[in-house]
């Protein structure tokens, strides 16, 4: 068994100096702890993998598609492979919890 402490995983991932820190990865699950700056912009690009994105902490509002939606603490997001998806208007520094099904980069040769 595997078990993470957020907070343990928040001083990781401000330690590494990356916004993403990926904490877990199976063949069916990969998760990580992403984090953005007020006033950033989000450069993900879309992944090949479905996602679900959890908010622990900030505030912000996400782009799926051509849908915004603002996020809170406990927002849950599910963006599906191969949509365009990104954070902004970040008022407060944001963190999520990222969870990949299949692992991140499982799909990425089937384009």
Do not use: C, W
């Amino acid at each position: 068994m595997d078990t993470f402490e957020l907070a343990d995983l928040m001083v990781q991932q401000r330690q590494s100096s990356k916004l993403y820190l990926e904490f877990l990865s199976v063949a069916a699950l990969s998760m990580g702890v992403y984090t953005l700056p007020a006033g950033s912009e989000d450069l993900q690009h879309p992944h090949t993998e479905d996602e679900i994105y959890y908010v622990t902490h900030g505030m912000a509002t996400i782009r799926v598609g051509d849908d915004d939606q603002p996020l809170v603490p406990g927002s849950i997001i599910y963006v599906p492979a191969r949509v365009d998806h990104r954070f902004h208007n970040i008022t407060e520094d944001l963190t999520v919890l990222v969870f990949f099904a299949p692992a991140e980069y499982t799909n990425k040769d089937a384009d």
